[in-house]
Structures are given as structure tokens and as C-alpha cells.
Nanobody
Framework: QVQLVESAGGLVQPGGSLRLSCAAS????????MGWYRQNPGKQRELVAT???????NYADSVKGRFTISRENAKNTVYLQMNSLKPEDTAVYYC???????????????WGQGTQVTVSS
């Protein structure tokens, strides 16, 4: 059974920083693209950032220059460093990954459970 487990989010003041992490565990053969998405009540889940296994990154325009996605392949972990946080960054953040398990040749898309990030004074 493969699962993604995210670190706790939290309450941060505007202009502050927070780092999220997400570790994949289980019978993993390989992890391909990994990413972070976010969602607010009544709104669609939106892409924040993605990273390929080789390290190529993609960011939403709203977070470019403020957020940095990275990964440690040896630890099956992806990170999201969030700086200069704004109130509009408040959301539930979800980790996402394309994973091939040891049990199957198919690549499956997995989601973490979500973690709340609140930016407020």
C-alpha cells in the first residue's frame, strides 16, 4: 500500500515562511512527477508547483519567486518552501505524486491527506 504523508501546516503571519514536506511510503518501485496543489472551500483545487524526477520545476504564476519546490529521491520526499506568504496563500495544501509500486507495472496518481496553511496576522 502506497501512501503520501504530509507534514503539519500551520498559522503564519503575512511575510512569514513555512516549509511543507511530503514523504511517500510503501512498496515503491519509482516516483515520477511530484507536486503540490491547494484548495479553498467552494473552489477548485489548483496547481502550486510540480517537479520531475530529474528536477525540472513548474510554478503557478501566483507563487513564482516566493515558493520553491524540491525533492530528495533517496527519501521519496518532496518539499515546498514558502516565503513571503500572503493571506491569499491560505488554503489546504495537498501533495501529489505519480508512483509505480513494486506490485504493478502501472503508474498511479496519489494524493496526500492535505494540510491547512493559514496566513493571517
Amino acid at each position: 500500500q502506497v501512501q503520501l504523508v504530509e507534514s503539519a501546516g500551520g498559522l503564519v503571519q503575512p511575510g512569514g515562511s513555512l516549509r511543507l514536506s511530503c514523504a511517500a511510503s510503501g512498496s515503491i518501485f519509482s516516483i515520477y512527477n511530484m507536486g503540490w496543489y491547494r484548495q479553498n472551500p467552494g473552489k477548485q483545487r489548483e496547481l502550486v508547483a510540480t517537479i520531475t524526477r530529474a528536477g525540472y520545476t513548474n510554478y503557478a504564476d501566483s507563487v513564482k519567486g516566493r515558493f520553491t519546490i524540491s525533492r530528495e529521491n533517496a527519501k521519496n520526499t518532496v518539499y515546498l518552501q514558502m516565503n513571503s506568504l500572503k493571506p491569499e496563500d491560505t488554503a489546504v495544501y495537498y501533495c501529489n505524486a505519480d508512483i509505480r509500486s513494486l506490485a504493478s507495472a502501472a503508474t498511479v496518481n496519489y494524493w496526500g491527506q492535505g494540510t491547512q496553511v493559514t496566513v493571517s496576522s
